[in-house]
């Protein structure tokens, strides 16, 4: 693996940290008058589109470029809150040798106390350390305690079935969200005879129930039993809320907590501050493991910083946004979704160049939602296709700045995998190039629903929903970064389209979109959001619409079940990383917009993950 400096965030070619950031000189914006006058071409395209990106066909035009400037919409998005002197003005103390030394001596505790726990033990230390962060400290450990749990699920050797919900929940999510295709059926035994879930289980244990709900959201498509579970447990916990006194308040707030949004749906590394709160309140808690969790937490976050600046001065080095006012300055926001995709400290680069995708992401859909008009971004659609600067000698001047700033990017970023992966620069060329180009193909076939006032069905909506979302585009990303081994079957799944986990964790990111934002690109004119088009199209309130949607996140989480089980043994941890994505989703548009509106909990987030030590 190359070392993090390779990644051409490297402040060698940033130029000096110490010197003002309104002095910093980048080529792309320096020459694009220079680029420009290369160009020589006399057409400008026109776009038809049909069925999805790969139908969509040119017929070539004269060029007619007039001044729209004053009848361009705006999102009135506010400006960025994080400046450069904050992200600069980030620091950690927890980067020494001394700490590295501290991390092991408690593993080694740890392991110790691993070794010789109770089978019951053991599954909640195997809980305690992936709720606290602590993965990818224990790998083999997690390992071993999988292959105990699965021997003893199948014999039921320590008697799980009618005895302990709890423990048999517990075990049951754990093997599950490991990729371990285990049945429902060890749960039939809490099952009465009126078919009902209740059978040998005491309902006064009230974490019991919580674990049980926790599980019942890894269900596959067709499992009864796991229906029934969601719906007896969801139904108990929401009446312990509502109707009864808990004197345990550590104990309410995770009922609250669980309500609100299930484990299985929240993104690993957002969740373990909070965790660790909550298991500093618990009363069997170990302290060697509660303090290593601390460490590491801070350990994590120094590195997170260090990524964070290198990207900042990568960011005010580009001067892309004082070019493209039109567009989000969300570069902090975008490194939040890195992070929450892959935060372990070897995945650098990988979160380096996932937030350079992301930052463009937002500028380019803002250019094709909001500012573009359609001729323009007909014309750009192509010159991302053939990648040719010939396309652009008529794009306004910061369009065309838009462009360069893109395709430069997108050059570092394939410079940045080889270093990485050794995979050929041309080949990772290649494959962005044709993701950016899908993405934009789509972005422009929403561009033209919107103009000509036509709401597609929801079937035709959805249909290219998960590649706009840009789940893909984020996905080749991760795969082109951790699957080298693989990298033939991979490439041969890519280019058939059968990478399923992929489509359902981008439908879930398109759907969350829409809940969050489409009141807000309707009421500026946008294309139409899945719910518009559920609502058209059967006559339904928009209460009604809204809980179609949502019921239809559920059953693409049931799908993300079944094919993460089926890809694991191939996508091995890739399949994690892109299934982080989905649940992202849910963080950034659970009631609001996290990307158009900072000021809410996304501002207090990056605060907890990147400013303030624990």
């Given at each position: 693996?190359?070392?993090?400096?390779?990644?051409?965030?490297?402040?060698?070619?940033?130029?000096?940290?110490?010197?003002?950031?309104?002095?910093?000189?980048?080529?792309?914006?320096?020459?694009?008058?220079?680029?420009?006058?290369?160009?020589?071409?006399?057409?400008?395209?026109?776009?038809?589109?049909?069925?999805?990106?790969?139908?969509?066909?040119?017929?070539?035009?004269?060029?007619?470029?007039?001044?729209l400037e004053d009848e361009r919409r705006?999102?009135?998005?506010?400006?960025?809150?994080?400046?450069?002197?904050?992200?600069?003005?980030?620091?950690?103390?927890?980067?020494?040798?001394?700490?590295?030394?501290?991390?092991?001596?408690?593993?080694?505790?740890?392991?110790?106390?691993?070794?010789?726990?109770?089978?019951?033990?053991?599954?909640?230390?195997?809980?305690?350390?992936?709720?606290?962060?602590?993965?990818?400290?224990?790998?083999?450990?997690?390992?071993?305690?999988?292959?105990?749990?699965?021997?003893?699920?199948?014999?039921?050797?320590?008697?799980?079935?009618?005895?302990?919900?709890?423990?048999?929940?517990?075990?049951?999510?754990?093997?599950?969200?490991?990729?371990?295709?285990?049945?429902?059926?060890?749960?039939?035994?809490?099952?009465?005879?009126?078919?009902?879930?209740?059978?040998?289980?005491?309902?006064?244990?009230?974490?019991?129930?919580?674990?049980?709900?926790?599980?019942?959201?890894?269900?596959?498509?067709?499992?009864?039993?796991?229906?029934?579970?969601?719906?007896?447990?969801?139904?108990?916990?929401?009446?312990?809320?509502?109707?009864?006194?808990?004197?345990?308040?550590?104990?309410?707030?995770?009922?609250?907590?669980?309500?609100?949004?299930?484990?299985?749906?929240?993104?690993?590394?957002?969740?373990?501050?909070?965790?660790?709160?909550?298991?500093?309140?618990?009363?069997?808690?170990?302290?060697?493991?509660?303090?290593?969790?601390?460490?590491n937490f801070n350990m994590v976050q120094?590195?997170?910083?260090?990524?964070?600046?290198?990207?900042?001065?990568?960011?005010?080095?580009?001067?892309?946004?004082?070019?493209?006012?039109?567009?989000?300055?969300?570069?902090?926001?975008?490194?939040?979704?890195?992070?929450?995709?892959?935060?372990?400290?070897?995945?650098?680069?990988?979160?380096?160049?996932?937030?350079?995708?992301?930052?463009?992401?937002?500028?380019?859909?803002?250019?094709?939602?909001?500012?573009?008009?359609?001729?323009?971004?007909?014309?750009?659609?192509?010159?991302?296709?053939?990648?040719?600067?010939?396309?652009?000698?008529?794009?306004?001047?910061?369009?065309?700045?838009?462009?360069?700033?893109?395709?430069?990017?997108?050059?570092?970023?394939?410079?940045?995998?080889?270093?990485?992966?050794?995979?050929?620069?041309?080949?990772?060329?290649?494959?962005?190039?044709?993701?950016?180009?899908?993405?934009?193909?789509?972005?422009?076939?929403?561009?033209?629903?919107?103009?000509?006032?036509?709401?597609?069905?929801?079937?035709?909506?959805?249909?290219?929903?998960?590649?706009?979302?840009?789940?893909?585009?984020?996905?080749?990303?991760?795969?082109?970064?951790?699957?080298?081994?693989?990298?033939?079957?991979?490439?041969?799944?890519?280019?058939?389209?059968?990478?399923?986990?992929?489509?359902?964790?981008?439908?879930?990111?398109?759907?969350?979109?829409?809940?969050?934002?489409?009141?807000?690109?309707?009421?500026?004119?946008?294309?139409?959001?899945?719910?518009?088009?559920?609502?058209?199209?059967?006559?339904?309130?928009?209460?009604?619409?809204?809980?179609?949607?949502?019921?239809?996140?559920?059953?693409?989480?049931?799908?993300?079940?079944?094919?993460?089980?089926?890809?694991?043994?191939?996508?091995?941890?890739?399949?994690?990383?892109?299934?982080?994505?989905?649940?992202?989703?849910?963080?950034?548009?659970?009631?609001?917009?996290?990307?158009?509106?900072?000021?809410?909990?996304?501002?207090?987030?990056?605060?907890?993950?990147?400013?303030?030590?624990?």
């Amino acid at each position: 693996m190359a070392s993090i400096h390779q990644c051409s965030l490297s402040s060698s070619k940033l130029g000096s940290p110490f010197l003002p950031h309104f002095t910093i000189y980048h080529p792309i914006i320096s020459n694009i008058k220079n680029k420009s006058t290369q160009i020589n071409t006399s057409t400008t395209p026109q776009l038809h589109a049909s069925n999805g990106p790969d139908s969509l066909q040119y017929q070539t035009k004269p060029a007619m470029m007039t001044s729209l400037e004053d009848e361009r919409r705006s999102a009135n998005y506010k400006p960025n809150i994080w400046n450069y002197d904050f992200v600069e003005s980030l620091k950690s103390e927890y980067t020494g040798a001394a700490y590295q030394l501290h991390v092991q001596k408690s593993k080694e505790d740890l392991i110790h106390v691993f070794k010789h726990a109770t089978y019951f033990s053991k599954l909640q230390i195997l809980k305690s350390i992936e709720e606290l962060g602590l993965s990818n400290m224990f790998e083999r450990e997690i390992e071993e305690g999988l292959d105990i749990i699965e021997s003893n699920y199948m014999r039921s050797s320590v008697n799980l079935q009618g005895k302990d919900i709890q423990a048999t929940a517990l075990s049951f999510r754990l093997l599950r969200q490991h990729g371990h295709d285990v049945s429902q059926d060890i749960f039939i035994h809490f099952i009465d005879k009126k078919d009902a879930f209740t059978n040998g289980m005491s309902t006064s244990n009230v974490e019991a129930i919580i674990e049980l709900l926790q599980a019942s959201h890894l269900a596959l498509e067709g499992e009864d039993i796991m229906a029934k579970a969601n719906s007896f447990s969801y139904d108990f916990l929401k009446d312990v809320h509502f109707h009864s006194n808990l004197q345990d308040n550590n104990l309410s707030k995770e009922v609250s907590h669980t309500l609100e949004l299930p484990l299985h749906w929240r993104v690993p590394w957002f969740e373990v501050r909070y965790q660790i709160g909550a298991y500093a309140e618990e009363p069997h808690r170990n302290l060697v493991l509660l303090e290593l969790a601390k460490l590491n937490f801070n350990m994590v976050q120094a590195v997170h910083q260090q990524d964070l600046k290198e990207l900042s001065r990568w960011w005010t080095n580009l001067r892309l946004i004082e070019n493209v006012s039109f567009a989000r300055d969300r570069l902090v926001e975008s490194f939040l979704w890195a992070l929450g995709v892959a935060p372990e400290p070897h995945y650098s680069c990988l979160r380096k160049c996932l937030t350079k995708v992301i930052a463009f992401i937002l500028v380019i859909d803002d250019l094709y939602d909001v500012y573009g008009t359609l001729e323009e971004l007909e014309c750009f659609t192509r010159a991302i296709e053939r990648w040719d600067s010939k396309e652009i000698q008529h794009f306004p001047e910061n369009v065309k700045i838009c462009f360069w700033a893109l395709h430069d990017t997108i050059d570092e970023i394939a410079s940045d995998i080889e270093n990485e992966t050794s995979l050929p620069r041309a080949i990772a060329l290649t494959y962005l190039r044709k993701a950016w180009t899908d993405f934009c193909k789509v972005l422009l076939m929403e561009a033209q629903w919107c103009n000509r006032g036509h709401t597609p069905s929801l079937e035709e909506y959805l249909r290219i929903a998960s590649i706009s979302s840009s789940g893909p585009l984020l996905s080749l990303i991760i795969f082109l970064f951790e699957t080298q081994e693989i990298r033939e079957e991979l490439t041969n799944m890519w280019e058939k389209q059968q990478v399923d986990l992929v489509h359902y964790s981008s439908l879930i990111i398109r759907l969350c979109n829409d809940l969050a934002t489409s009141t807000a690109e309707l009421e500026r004119g946008d294309t139409a959001s899945s719910i518009l088009c559920y609502m058209k199209e059967t006559n339904a309130s928009e209460d009604i619409a809204r809980r179609h949607i949502k019921d239809l996140i559920s059953n693409t989480w049931i799908k993300i079940n079944r094919e993460f089980i089926s890809q694991f043994n191939v996508l091995k941890t890739s399949a994690n990383l892109v299934r982080n994505l989905a649940r992202l989703s849910h963080f950034f548009y659970h009631d609001r917009d996290g990307f158009g509106v900072q000021d809410c909990e996304t501002k207090k987030l990056i605060a907890q993950l990147l400013a303030e030590a624990l």
